[in-house]
């Protein structure tokens, strides 16, 4: 076949056999499945029972709290293995098929572990530099007082740092695994029912799910329950007292953002260069259909969702999880301190049992979604978002029924006996609020609804009209989402509030956790919101394999269809991830205020923006979002021009490609992408770690100079304000106004408005184009940016005093 390809000895496409031209690599295993693979079964179990039991034995050394999260962990895990076994036994389809999935596989393992080994590189200097930091830095009083001096601080921090960015790796890792295999799968299922095929999608993307939100949970369990056993917590008197734990843990979220930010901004600058390149040629150009097989540029394309959108989208959730995990186990560990609670370990591992229900009531909502009893029959194609989104419904009641559970268990104290009650209200606060912003972002980018409909007729005037609109769009999307955040922040602060907890001067306290439990109540579903964006990408695989195997278009209409949806999800998972990710900057921010108190000794309880060095700092912030989002679109428009290149070159030099008798060079242009993303991803990604670093440590030096210690405190503070206001407005507009692109030009090929090839629908491909880099570069990795700054000035905090 590949010699027939070569020589051009191949009759019209129709006539030919449909194989595809194999570019199967040998397959890839990361170092540690290869040894535990060549370990004996029964050695791999007698291991796995020991960890388990020492896991379980500091569990139950800890509290009985940490043993439940432990064990719903376990499950869930098991679970996920049920729901991949599920999966792979289902068929891969005819031989073309599986030989494109091999293609895509090999393209998407061999980048990630490429980049995974560059961001490992940098991962291991930085704790370098935090070791240095540390073994140089002040301790808090307290701190000294139980016996923790610097050098266990700084192993303490290093340890959870590196803890930390080796499971958001894992969790990254996951989420590729399983969309490369479950692809096929889907398609291969389309071709019988739309049911099955959706089925497959969901069940693989909630496999990866359950594993990222459980990973999650289960790092910061061990690490909290290590660190009790390991520090004799609430042992001897002068020990260290369990309200001290929960600063000990930023280090593992910081490890967790370093890692998502340069897996977002990586995977981010590969899928969207390679469907630009892809688009602007191919389709435009050339006026071949999305994912057909003569574009040079489809392979990279289809890799491009797999490390973009599925391992990068599971390292910012795991990181989102972990941000607002430990930023309320500070929080509920501060104010059980202030208000003397008898227990305060509720308190502080509440955030670990909202997690752990959230594992299982995201499963049943998994589970809702079944398959017709006759498969075979061909009954009329139900909307897969109105399943999608009973089973969402199913999960938010069960979330408002756990949760309150949860604070009747963990919250409830003699000294304001109907204090849980308000914190529950706070939770169902946050529920509501996740809702909303799925509502909203469903709003603005479906094409059911008026905003894409509006966009999509503005395409039939030119190019232009299009790019206004779409903008345009963008911009009003902002409003409501951030109306939501204000209701949100501003009710759950007084039901805190008014919840009866004081402090000995008898002032008000839970505010701050009130807010915290609100950002719980957003997340509580959060293996079920990346369940369905993690559905997306395989959805967008499964249609490009069923387009370049050249099936029927009826099977086609159905993985559009998916796919249509899939764009829709992975916007709402994008709305959700930056509401979660306003509301845990804010705790994460009084964290940082609070450990800046520690440290000083002085209160620290306002920044006051009418000091000109403050104001250029929060100046500073806004600006840090805007040069990050330009140098990552930047980044993609320079990929991308390189893609143009090299797929105009192929077909002016190999005219053969366009009736199937000249083989494209799909391999170059994998190259091309996965290279030039690598080197790419640095620059956005070395911005976002050294400025608050560099812009803290500056002034603290000028701070020293005129007499105001606590000005470099004071000016990252502002910064960290001012940059996640700026990101959150920033991060809203471009990943609304890309995925209303997107949708409108999806709607334009269900035949409105001209359909496919028109002068319409190629306005669409424009604004679709523009909209890109927006929705899947600099818009995602906004998010982890914004979290990350926060935790990047809790670990170096003490370097700004």
Excluded at 76 to 95: N, Q, R
């Amino acid at each position: 076949m590949d010699e027939e390809l070569e020589n051009g000895n191949l009759g019209p496409y129709a006539d030919r056999p449909r194989t595809f031209p194999n570019m199967r690599s040998k397959a890839y295993n990361p170092l540690i499945f290869r040894i535990l693979l060549g370990i004996n079964v029964r050695v791999l179990l007698v291991l796995l029972l020991l960890g388990f039991g020492a896991v379980f034995y500091m569990g139950a050394r800890t509290s009985p709290i940490i043993v439940f999260v432990f064990s719903v962990c376990i499950i869930s895990f098991l679970f996920s293995i049920y729901l991949t076994k599920w999966v792979l036994s289902k068929d891969e389809g005819p031989p073309e098929m599986v030989q494109i999935s091999d293609a895509i596989r090999d393209g998407a393992e061999g980048f990630f572990r490429t980049q995974y080994g560059t961001i490992s590189k940098m991962a291991l200097l930085l704790a370098l530099v935090i070791l240095f930091i540390y073994l140089f830095r002040s301790t808090t009083p307290q701190q000294e007082s139980s016996g923790i001096g610097r050098s266990t601080t700084a192993y303490i921090t290093v340890a959870a740092f590196l803890l930390g960015a080796v499971c958001s790796g894992i969790a990254g890792y996951v989420g590729m695994w399983v969309s490369v295999r479950a692809n096929v799968r889907v398609s291969s299922a389309a071709r019988r029912s739309a049911r099955e095929a959706l089925q497959i999608a969901v069940r693989a993307g909630g496999f990866s799910a359950l594993i990222v939100v459980g990973m999650a949970v289960i790092g910061i369990a061990i690490l909290y329950s290590t660190f009790y056993v390991w520090l004799g917590v609430d042992g001897a008197p002068g020990s260290v007292k369990v309200t001290d734990l929960p600063l000990l843990l930023v280090g593992y979220g910081f490890g967790a953002s370093f890692v998502a930010l340069f897996a977002q901004l990586g995977g981010g600058i590969y899928t969207k260069a390679a469907d630009v390149g892809a688009d602007l040629v191919g389709k435009v150009e050339q006026g071949i259909p999305e994912d057909d097989p003569r574009n040079p540029a489809v392979i990279a394309d289809l890799v491009g969702d797999n490390v973009g959108d599925c391992a990068a989208r599971g390292a910012d959730l795991f990181e989102s999880i972990a941000a607002e995990i430990i930023s309320a186990m500070i929080l509920g560990a501060t104010m059980a301190q202030q208000c003397k609670i008898e227990d305060p370990s509720g308190f502080i591992l509440f955030p670990l049992v909202v997690h752990s229900f959230d594992l299982v009531i995201s499963s049943v909502g998994i589970l809702s979604i079944r398959g017709t009893r006759d498969s075979g029959s061909k009954s009329p194609i139900e909307d897969p978002m109105s399943i999608l989104q009973k089973g969402y419904s199913i999960t938010i009641v069960l979330a408002v029924l756990t949760f309150g559970l949860s604070t009747r268990w963990l919250l409830y104290t003699e000294r304001a006996p109907s204090a849980w009650f308000n914190f529950a209200l706070c939770g169902l606060v946050g529920i509501i609020t996740a809702y909303l912003f799925v509502w909203i972002t469903k709003y603005y980018t479906d094409y059911k609804h008026e905003p894409v409909r509006t966009l999509a007729l503005s395409s039939t005037t030119g190019h232009g009209t299009n790019i206004i609109a779409g903008v345009s769009l963008g911009l009003e999307s902002t409003a409501l989402p951030v109306l939501v955040i204000s209701v949100s922040i501003v009710s759950a602060f007084w039901l805190g509030r008014t919840s009866g907890l004081v402090d000995e001067a008898g002032n008000a306290t839970g505010g701050l956790f009130g807010t915290a439990v609100a950002t719980m109540g957003m997340l509580s579903t959060a293996a079920y919101v990346l369940t369905m964006d993690m559905f997306g990408p395989i959805a967008d695989n499964a249609g490009g394999i069923v387009e370049m195997s050249q099936q029927p278009e009826s099977v086609r209409e159905i993985t559009d269809l998916l796919d249509a949806v899939g764009n829709t999800t992975k916007a709402t998972t994008k709305g959700f991830a930056i509401g979660s990710a306003a509301l845990a900057s804010f705790l994460l921010f009084s964290a940082y205020m609070d450990e800046v108190a520690a440290f000083s000794q002085e209160p620290f309880k306002q920044v006051d923006i009418a000091i000109p060095e403050v104001f250029v700092g929060g100046l500073l912030g806004s600006m840090l979002i805007f040069l990050f989002s330009a140098w990552a679109c930047a980044a993609v428009g320079r990929t991308a021009q390189e893609v143009v290149k090299e797929v105009r070159r192929q077909f002016i030099e190999r005219p053969g490609i366009m009736d199937y008798t000249e083989k494209p060079d799909y391999g170059r242009c994998v190259a091309i992408v996965a290279s030039a993303s690598l080197r790419e991803m640095i620059k956005p990604g070395a911005l976002a770690i050294v400025s608050p670093i560099a812009v803290g440590f500056l002034f603290r030096i000028l701070g020293y100079y005129t007499g105001h210690p606590l000005l470099g405190a004071k000016v990252v503070a502002a910064m960290l304000m001012f940059a996640t206001v700026s990101g959150i407005l920033m991060a809203l507009f471009l990943n609304t106004a890309g995925g209303a692109w997107d949708n409108a030009k999806k709607y334009i090929e269900t035949g409105a408005l001209g359909g496919k090839g028109s002068d319409c629908h190629k306005a669409a491909i424009t604004g679709d184009t523009v909209g890109d880099p927006f929705k899947d570069t600099a818009g995602p990795s906004l998010h982890v940016l914004i979290k990350m700054l926060a935790t990047i000035t809790l670990v170096m905090a003490p370097i700004f005093l």
